[in-house]
T-cell receptor, first 115, second 111 residues
Framework: DAGVIQSPRHEVTEMGQEVTLRCKPI?????LFWYRQTMMRGLELLIY????????DSGMPEDRFSAKMPNASFSTLKIQPSEPRDSAVYFC?????????????FGPGTRLTVL | DAKTTQPNSMESNEEEPVHLPCNHS???????IHWYRQLPSQGPEYVIH???SNVNNRMASLAIAEDRKSSTLILHRATLRDAAVYYC????????????FGKGTHLIIQP
C-alpha cells in the first residue's frame, strides 16, 4: 500500500485566496483525521471522519475552514479566505477504525504558507 | 483528556539503549498508552502501544509501571535514524478526541 497520500506537498498563496488540501487515506480504513502543526500550538486535531461522516469538528478553528469526505478514498480541507496565521503543516491520517488499539497512519503533510 | 509529562529533550549515543520516560498520573482505566515519533520533516509514525503489560515489537519495547501512572519507551540500540520527537499519548478510542499530542521529547543521537 502507498500509505496516506496528501497533495500538494507545498502550497504558497496570498492572503484572501482559497486553499484546498487533499488526502487519500489507506484503502479499507474507516477513520480519517485532519491535524495541523505549528511551532506555537504543536499538533492539534481539526476534524475526524468515520465512514465518510464528520463526527467531531470542534477543532476547526473558524468558519473559514471546511472539510469534506465525499467517498471513502478522498477528503479535502478547504480554507477560504486564507490568512497568514493559517500557515502551518497540515497532516491527514487514517486508521482502520477508531478503537483504542487502532494505529493512525499519517501522510507526509502539506506545508502551507500564506503571505 | 488525561495529560502526559515528558522531558523536553534527551541525548544518547549511537548504538546505546535509550529510555524515554512518560508520566501519566491521571490515566483512566480505559486509556491505552500509545507512542508515536516524528522524524524531521515527516508525519508522525506509530511506534508501540500497551495497556498494562510490557510490550515488545521490532521498533521498541514499552515498559508500563504496575500502577500505570508512568511508562518508559525503550530503544534497545539507538541509531542516528532514531533521532526524532517522541510523543507519549493516552488514547481511549472513540475518535472524538483523536490523538492529543503534547510537546514530546526531542531525542538527539550522537554518533
Amino acid at each position: 500500500d502507498a500509505g496516506v497520500i496528501q497533495s500538494p506537498r507545498h502550497e504558497v498563496t496570498e492572503m484572501g485566496q482559497e486553499v484546498t488540501l487533499r488526502c487519500k487515506p489507506i484503502s479499507g480504513h474507516n477513520s480519517l483525521f485532519w491535524y495541523r502543526q505549528t511551532m506555537m500550538r504543536g499538533l492539534e486535531l481539526l476534524i475526524y471522519f468515520n465512514n465518510n461522516v464528520p463526527i467531531d469538528d470542534s477543532g476547526m478553528p473558524e468558519d473559514r475552514f471546511s472539510a469534506k469526505m465525499p467517498n471513502a478514498s478522498f477528503s479535502t480541507l478547504k480554507i477560504q479566505p486564507s490568512e497568514p496565521r493559517d500557515s502551518a503543516v497540515y497532516f491527514c491520517a487514517s486508521s482502520p477504525s477508531s478503537g483504542r488499539t487502532d494505529t493512525q497512519y499519517f501522510g507526509p503533510g502539506t506545508r502551507l504558507t500564506v503571505l | 483528556d488525561a495529560k502526559t509529562t515528558q522531558p523536553n529533550s534527551m541525548e544518547s549515543n549511537e548504538e546505546e539503549p535509550v529510555h524515554l520516560p512518560c508520566n501519566h498520573s491521571t490515566i483512566s482505566g480505559t486509556d491505552y498508552i500509545h507512542w508515536y515519533r516524528q522524524l524531521p520533516s515527516q508525519g508522525p509514525e506509530y511506534v508501540i502501544h500497551g495497556l498494562t503489560s510490557n510490550v515488545n515489537n521490532r521498533m521498541a519495547s514499552l515498559a508500563i509501571a504496575e500502577d500505570r501512572k508512568s511508562s518508559t519507551l525503550i530503544l534497545h540500540r539507538a541509531t542516528l535514524r532514531d533521532a526524532a520527537v517522541y510523543y507519549c499519548i493516552l488514547y481511549s478510542g472513540g475518535g472524538a478526541d483523536g490523538l492529543t499530542f503534547g510537546k514530546g521529547t526531542h531525542l538527539i543521537i550522537q554518533p
